[in-house]
């Protein structure tokens, strides 16, 4: 079956960075889309960013977009999400997600376990 494992998460101050990772298996990982999702304590889980089966287009949501970037390794069936300049506002447990309906960002059809990504102020 289809795993995703995040790590990377933990505690940074605002400013700083983290790159969270996204280990893939159960899937023919290079053939589809892959995504990013968070959600803070209290709300709705959230799109932060999807990047295409090659890489070539990513697509960030605009709260982000300038700190946050994805990117991929499709031999070791690995996503990441490059945070830079990090604000508690983004303080969430942040999710993987892949597609598999093809190779363009649709919607998540599986889900990772999450890690935590703290920012104090």
């Known amino acids: 079956q289809v795993q995703l494992v995040e790590s990377g998460g933990g505690l940074v101050q605002a400013g700083g960075s983290l790159e969270l990772s996204c280990q893939a298996s159960g899937l023919t990982f290079g053939r589809f889309a892959m995504g990013w999702f968070r959600q803070a304590p209290g709300k709705e889980r959230e799109f932060v960013g999807s990047?295409?089966?090659?890489?070539?287009?990513?697509s960030i949501v605009d709260s982000v977009k300038g700190r946050f970037t994805i990117s991929r390794a499709n031999a070791k069936n690995m996503v990441y999400l490059q945070m830079s300049n990090l604000k508690p506002e983004d303080t969430a447990t942040y999710y993987c997600a892949a597609d598999r309906s093809g190779g363009e960002w649709r919607r998540p059809s599986d889900w990772g376990q999450g890690t935590q990504v703290t920012v104090s102020s």
């Open positions: 990047i295409t089966w090659n890489g070539g287009s990513i």
